[in-house]
Each structure stands twice: as C-alpha cells, then as structure tokens.
C-alpha cells in the first residue's frame, strides 16, 4: 500500500494542506481542535513527514535564527550588532526573538524558528532549556549554535568567553589591592555564565590563602533589582565586605543605586568591579572596573560556527573561547592605592 501524504491527512482531518504543515511543525497559532485533528489522521494513517526533503528546504534557507535572553540587556545589543554584521557580510537574514528569561516564551519561539525554517538557530539558552528542547532542530538538519551560555549534556557548537578567568583577574586585582572582604552577587548558578563566575572568585580567593565566607556570597538572576536588593543585605551585615564583585552590568548597576542611597562612598568606603563594561561605564561619579567582554566578536564567530557547520555537517564539535579584559578605571580603588 502506498504511502500516506499530506493531501491524506489533510482530507482525512477535514483541513487545508496548510494546516497540516502548522501541525507538524509545532506552530503555536493553531487552533487546538484543529491540531488535535491532525494528529489523530497522522496517527490512523501512519504518516511520516518527509524529514530528507524538510532537511534540504532549511539548507536552502538564507534566514538564520537568533533567540537572546534579554534584549534590554546592552551586551546583547552588542552581540546582535556582531551576528546581523556578519550575517549581512554572506547575504543571510535573520529572525530575532527576546525569551526574557522565560522557557516557556523561549519554547514558543523555538517552534516559530522551526515554522520559519531557518537555516541555523544560534541561541542563548535561558535557565531550562534542556538539549530535549533543540534536538529537533539537529533531527531536521538545522544546525544549533550555543552563545555566551552552554548546555553541558549537549554536543554542539557554541562561543563563548573565559567567565572563569575574567572573574579569577577582577578579584584578583581587587585582593592586590589589599582587599580582604570581596562580596560576590553571582548570577544563577543554574546557568554556565553564573557558575563559571563563581568559580572565578574561588579560584582567587584560595590563590590568596582565603577562605569563602558564605555570608558574602549571594545569588542574583542577572537583573537589576536583584543586584539592589541583595547588595543591600551586603550593607546591612554586622561586618560588610569592603569590596564587591557583581557577576554582570545590570546587577551592577542597581548595586550602584543601593550604595548611593546608603550614601557609601565608591571606592573610598565600597571598592566594586563588575563583569561587563558598559558603554557609559567611564561616565559614573566613580569611574566602574568592569571585566570587558568582547561582545560583538562573540555575535560574527556565532555567525562562522554556524557557516561552517552549513558547509560540513559532519565536522568535529568546536566551543570557540574568546579571552576578556579587566579595564582598570576608580570603582576598584586602584587611583586611591597610587595616591597613599
């Protein structure tokens, strides 16, 4: 017997071809009576998709995927720069969407990345998404480029940068300068990012013979209320650090909102160094250190990674690490060292 096809499940569920196609892949906009139609006709008559021909339909795409975790982020608006850049330079396109930090917002986009059939899908994972979750893309050829953060149980292309070794020189610099008490506000350390930083501050803390006070170390979500709030209870310790490193720019800019209120002097009462500088980091009162990452290299080698995983299928995996850049400006306390 031959082979069930679309115009078979199509009559067989009372629809049109076209939303037939949506079912199949994952378009969220249909209606779920509809979509419960399909399934079944694609059930009773055994249907299979013709995966080999959806394959070469994505290959001959020339619009990439893009899926950030927060476009209010200003390092992101640096990597888009870097991927539309180098996208633009091979003629390719791209589909951006903002997950905000939210699976289930960014599970949505993935099925509108797949609808659209992409060429390429370069992400940055949020806090969940799990290789269950972007398997389909490699099942269907689509190849799946990881960005600034990874997925450790999945064997795919990523970029990414040293967090561990720009954390290690930030605390680093601030213990040389006579430093004791370094508060850490990590990120999540559900994520690469968070945990890769966290062991930066370990690192160089048992490198000057310190051991980690857990009371100075508490976990943020990368967002700026967060770095407030918690570098409020740093303050409110019976014995407060005298310095603090903060795991990103948006943390460390509400932990500059909670030492102004406070009136806490930066650097003479409070040294502080973040991870990301910020276009306006030389602007402060104090002028912020601030671990620099090279954000705009990270969005073109997304670009190349996924290139090269287009022209070769079948080559090794490759994690591109980039090197960061600690730039020494007032916040951390050096200028005051110079001046004693």
């Known amino acids: 017997m031959a082979s069930a096809t679309i115009n078979d499940v199509a009559s067989y569920a009372g629809v049109s071809r076209a939303t037939v196609s949506r079912v199949l892949n994952h378009n969220p906009a249909v209606d779920p009576t509809l979509r419960d139609r399909v399934l079944d006709a694609v059930q009773a008559l055994g249907y299979q998709p013709n995966r080999a021909a959806r394959r070469l339909r994505a290959q001959s795409s020339n619009v990439i995927g893009l899926v950030i975790s927060d476009i209010q982020n200003p390092y992101f608006i640096s990597v888009i720069s870097g991927v539309e850049a180098a996208a633009y330079a ?5 589909v951006l969407c903002n997950s905000d930090e939210d699976l289930a917002k960014e599970r949505i986009y993935l099925d509108v990345m797949e609808a659209e059939r992409v060429a390429g899908l370069i992400i940055v994972p949020t806090h969940g998404t799990a290789g269950s979750d972007l398997n389909r893309f490699q099942q269907l050829g689509i190849p799946v480029i990881l960005l600034d953060r990874l997925i450790e149980a999945m064997q ?4 990414k940068v040293d967090n561990e070794r720009g954390a290690y020189e930030a605390v680093k610099h601030l213990l040389d300068l006579g430093c004791r008490r370094v508060a850490h506000i990590s990120g999540s350390p559900e994520l690469t990012t968070g945990r890769d930083r966290m062991q930066g501050y370990y690192n160089a803390l048992a490198e000057a013979h310190l051991k980690p006070e857990p009371r100075l170390i508490r976990t943020g979500d990368f967002k700026t209320d967060s770095g407030y709030r918690l570098t409020l209870d740093l303050l409110d310790l019976p014995a407060p650090p005298d310095a603090i490193f903060v795991a990103n720019n948006l943390m460390t800019l509400g932990a500059l909102r909670a030492l102004r209120e406070r009136g806490v002097r930066v650097p ?4 502080l160094v973040g991870f990301d500088d910020m276009p306006w980091s030389a602007e402060f009162r104090s002028p912020l250190t601030a671990v620099s990452q ?5 969005g073109q080698e997304a670009v190349h990674l996924l290139r090269r995983r287009l022209a070769q299928p079948d080559a090794p995996v490759r994690t591109v690490v980039l090197n960061t850049r600690l730039i ?6 050096a200028a005051l060292n110079l001046r004693r």
């Open 268 to 271: 003479e009462e409070m040294a």
């Open 156 to 159: 795919v292309d990523a970029v």
């Open 294 to 298: 090279p954000t705009y290299e990270l």
């Open 90 to 94: 091979h003629q390719m396109n791209i």
């Open 328 to 333: 020494v400006r007032e916040s951390c306390g």
